[in-house]
């Protein structure tokens, strides 16, 4: 009887580890998984928009430095290029293409154009460390979700 308490303990011991590591991998996935690939931080274009065909995108993949940690985005003409590409956009978060600091090149950005509560919405939407801000872009300037 003592025996079989103790394998009663062992497997019970068993599925509270089990359970803490499919906690702990759930945790891990979202974190890796974010909801969206134009904002995501970056050191290199390389890690930008993964399982996306490249030559689907409008435009060419950046990591762009100029933003805190970088920031994955592409190069666009217009608002439409920013989610014309099979799987780019994963939510109904909307992108803006605009300039970043007067630059010459327009790039696409998470948008925050016209929402009441400017800070909670880039913070619940896209990042809890971006806000909404000017992408300083001059005339066509915009406002996005940034850090």
Not at 69 to 92: N, P, Q
Not at 119 to 133: D, G, L, M, S
């Amino acid at each position: 009887m003592e025996q079989h308490t103790k394998r009663g303990s062992s497997w019970q011991v068993v599925l509270v580890v089990a359970a803490a590591f499919a906690v702990a991998g759930l945790a891990a996935c979202s974190d890796e998984e974010p909801g969206e690939n134009t904002g995501n931080s970056c050191t290199a274009a390389s890690q930008c928009y993964p399982g996306i065909d490249p030559a689907t995108i409008q435009g060419t993949v950046i990591c762009l430095d100029r933003v805190t940690s970088g920031y994955c985005t592409h190069t666009c003409t217009v608002d439409g290029d920013c989610c014309a590409a099979d799987g780019e956009c994963r939510t109904g978060f909307p992108q803006v293409c605009s300039p970043m600091e007067s630059a010459p090149e327009t790039y696409c950005f998470l948008s925050c154009e016209g929402v009441a509560d400017e800070a909670t919405y880039c913070q619940q939407n896209a990042n809890a460390a971006f806000v909404c801000r000017s992408t300083g872009g001059g005339t066509l300037n915009r406002k996005v979700c940034l850090p």
